[in-house]
């Protein structure tokens, strides 16, 4: 065990069940273009999309997360 400077305390992890857990919604750029709060996750994919080719299967939007109760 490594020693402490006097004064110093550690903090215990928490175990991933008692972290808080969230889920997001996947949208796809077409939500993305309409959105009021454009956040740079949502642009970076409306640019790749826009690229001739491009196959996409949306990303999770930050906007739409919600906790998941125990």
């Known amino acids: 065990m490594i020693p402490l400077a006097k004064g ?10 008692e972290r ?5 919604r996947i949208v796809t750029s077409d939500r993305c273009e309409v959105c009021k ?3 740079a996750r ?4 409306m640019e790749h ?16 997360r919600t906790l998941i109760s125990k």
């Open 8 to 17: 110093k305390s550690v903090k215990k992890k928490k175990k991933s069940s």
């Open 20 to 24: 808080a857990q969230y889920t997001m």
């Open 37 to 39: 709060h454009q956040c």
């Open 42 to 45: 949502g642009i970076r994919y």
């Open 49 to 64: 999309m826009r690229k001739e080719g491009a196959v996409g299967k949306g990303v999770p939007c930050i906007l739409t």
